[in-house]
């Protein structure tokens, strides 16, 4: 978008800059990621809320600077839904990297099923966030 300002752009990224500021603090900081069952699980679903509102603020900003068109509610909702599973697997693609050249063992992703775990959950975020995003639009 030609018209962004940086005030803009970091209404973009605030909530994925919060949820990966609160992931690094609960992983470095207080080592909560691997001592407190659950977290991975939680930390993932908060990853695709905040990546939808990340895409829905995109889209927003883009309409008001006009360089997005207005489109239907259904369109909005997959291409939100598209950009959190686009984004969800980057995230584990990035962690199979970390495994496989810093790590060289499963460290991020011990499992298959932990993969698609993470997987799922941050597509449910998303999803229920772009689902919550339709209706609020509609009211």
């Not at 603020?57 to 598209?82: D, E, P």
């Not at 810093?102 to 991020?108: A, L, Q, S, T």
């Amino acid at each position: 978008m030609a018209h962004l300002k940086s005030q803009d752009i970091f209404k973009i990224i605030l909530f994925p800059l919060i949820v990966l500021l609160i992931h690094v603090a609960i992983t470095y900081g207080s080592r909560w990621y691997y001592t407190v069952n659950g977290t991975d699980t939680v930390m993932h679903f908060l990853g695709g809320i905040s990546i939808a509102l990340a895409v829905n603020t995109y889209i927003a900003t883009g309409q008001k600077h006009r360089t997005i068109g207005n489109s239907n509610i259904f369109n909005r909702f997959l291409f939100i839904v598209s950009i959190v599973t686009l984004a969800a697997t980057c995230w584990k693609m990035l962690e199979f990297f970390a495994d496989q050249t810093i790590y060289h063992y499963p460290h991020f992703q011990p499992s298959n099923f932990d993969t698609m775990k993470d997987l799922l959950m941050g597509l449910s975020g998303g999803v229920i966030t772009a689902l919550l995003l339709k209706v609020s639009k509609r009211n």
